[in-house]
């Protein structure tokens, strides 16, 4: 026997916060509770079948069976600046300003190895996505926490930043539309952000994943639409929200041709790139019919209004959905987030995240997923009823 001691990378994680509701999770379904989960942000819905007939075709190819390219099939990261160009009207060359990645968790845990030396800091908005303070550490840096709060429309605070924090910054992550609070963010603040890169000389890295789940008509803009993003950072984008495909592992990242460059040398040491064929069947997703997408954003409209509506009813507050399938919803007096979650679950069996989970600001919320039907939404909201909520 020897002995198996974890690095001090693994040691020093957080205490994984959701280990007591998915142990209160268990308890209920093996008691036979009809459990309704909200928690997880997975689209319950299939993809798009288009999408994986293109996979089966691509799949039978046996050009498509080697390995891929590191940094993506030319193919695909030229169907990416296209759409990029469609979308956003922003130009991207497709051979050094884009990298295709293994879904875009992968691309923002491995920035920063690309670009933190050990002390050096990453500011990371709380609550958020884990991913970029951890990703942060794993490459020995320090993640600083820009709070989102109500009070600042969830946006962070940049003037809050104190000077020695900046000038020891070498990355911020953001994104808009946001999880978990569902915020969104105008030109006006990307604009923002690209001064103060300037200013500090901070890589910016804009986690868009969410930007297609957007209803009645609104249309989150990139940051790299601002003058001078491109300058100063990357732009990731999944299509795992978009298309339902979030078992597919297939996203991309463009913007600065340096920054994109230290990711793909990365990737060039530690993975081999996304097989091709599910490259060919995200480009037929990105230009194949659309419809789906429509039909994405009208279900989880629906979703949304019976949420809200009943949400409403109850007196609860959020903040009204304008983007991303996310239900920040504040915690009703006299709970914390913990309490109003574990009330909710063993007394009507209901799962839901709690805020703080995803940062201590997050404290006084929970993360409401709409990753149920409408039927399913009318029983949540009656559940809750039952339970005095
Ligand atoms: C779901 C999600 C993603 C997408 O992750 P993939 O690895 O591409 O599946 C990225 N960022 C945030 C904030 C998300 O919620």
Request: proline share 6%; net charge negative.
């Amino acid at each position: 026997m020897i002995k198996i001691e974890k690095s001090d990378r693994l040691k020093q994680l957080p205490p994984y916060l959701f280990k007591e509701i998915d142990r209160q999770k268990d308890e209920e379904k093996a008691k036979g509770v009809d459990i309704i989960d909200i928690g997880v942000g997975d689209p319950d819905m299939p993809t798009p079948g288009h999408i994986i007939k293109a996979l089966e075709k691509a799949a039978a190819d046996k050009e498509n069976h080697r390995y891929p390219s590191y940094t993506g099939m030319a193919l695909f990261n030229e169907t990416v600046a296209r759409w990029y160009k469609k979308r956003f009207n922003v130009d991207i060359d497709s051979s050094s300003e884009a990298v295709t990645l293994i879904g875009s968790k992968e691309g923002i845990a491995h920035i920063p190895l690309a670009f933190i030396n050990p002390g050096d800091i990453a500011l990371c908005p709380t609550p958020g996505y884990p991913v970029y303070h951890i990703g942060t550490q794993f490459a020995g840096g320090d993640p600083y926490f820009m709070p989102l709060v109500k009070e600042n429309d969830f946006l962070p605070d940049l003037k809050a930043i104190p000077e020695d924090i900046c000038k020891k910054a070498k990355i911020m992550f953001i994104n808009y539309p946001n999880n978990p609070t569902s915020a969104c963010a105008s030109l006006e603040f990307f604009e923002e952000v690209v001064a103060f890169a300037n200013k500090h000389n901070i890589i910016i890295c804009h986690d868009a994943a969410y930007t297609e789940m957007a209803f009645d008509g609104y249309k989150p803009p990139s940051f790299l639409e601002v003058d001078g993003a491109k300058e100063v950072g990357i732009e990731i984008h999944s299509l795992s929200k978009t298309y339902n495909m979030t078992g597919w592992r297939i996203a991309f990242a463009v913007g600065n041709s340096e920054v994109i460059g230290g990711l793909g040398q990365i990737k060039s040491n530690i993975d081999s790139g996304a097989f091709q064929a599910v490259q060919f069947a995200g480009i037929e997703a990105i230009e194949g019919d659309q419809t789906c997408v429509e039909e994405m954003q009208m279900e989880y409209t629906r979703r949304r209004d019976i949420l809200s509506e009943g949400l409403t009813s109850m007196g609860l507050k959020f903040l009204p959905l304008k983007a991303t399938f996310y239900m920040w919803v504040e915690v009703p007096e006299g709970y914390t987030s913990a309490e109003f979650t574990s009330h909710l679950l063993t007394k009507a069996g209901i799962v839901v995240t709690p805020g703080n989970g995803f940062g201590e600001p997050g404290e006084g919320y929970i993360r409401m997923a709409l990753t149920v039907g409408v039927e399913r939404l009318k029983e949540v909201i009656e559940r809750m009823k039952k339970v005095g909520i």
